[in-house]
Nanobody, 124 residues
Framework: QVQLVESGGGLVQAGDSLRLSCAAS????????MGWFRQAPGKEREFVAG????????YYTDSVKGRFTISRDNSKNTLALQMINLKAEDTAVYYC?????????????????WGQGAQVTVSS
């Protein structure tokens, strides 16, 4: 089992950058594939970015490609999401999530563990 805690959310202006972090507990972090999801008010939770066990494979939803970068540091049990050129439509609660299998998955139902979420608000 792994416990996840996000940090780094906040209020920024359009065009600004922000970095989210996710701290994972436990010694088996490197055995989990990780993902970032987000949920805007009145909308379903959507996939943002994913990364495999080692960090060698990353994948993104089309709307964030070229602006967001997912990364992980297995020695520190941390996951990050670097966001640049933020837009108003990026406003949402962002969640990190973990799953045992390293296969690329973009559905929230494929993830087993979730953090509590971090609010990101982008003003236009």
């Amino acid at each position: 089992q792994v416990q996840l805690v996000e940090s780094g959310g906040g209020l920024v202006q359009a065009g600004d950058s922000l970095r989210l972090s996710c701290a994972a507990s436990g010694r088996t972090f490197s055995t989990y594939a990780m993902g970032w999801f987000r949920q805007a008010p009145g909308k379903e939770r959507e996939f943002v970015a994913g990364i495999n066990w080692t960090g060698s494979i990353t994948y993104y939803t089309d709307s964030v490609k070229g602006r967001f970068t997912i990364s992980r540091d297995n020695s520190k049990n941390t996951l990050a999401l670097q966001m640049i050129n933020l837009k108003a439509e990026d406003t949402a609660v962002y969640y990190c999530a973990a799953r045992r299998s390293s296969a690329e998955r973009t559905s929230s139902s494929d993830y087993d563990y979730w953090g509590q979420g971090a609010q990101v608000t982008v003003s236009s």
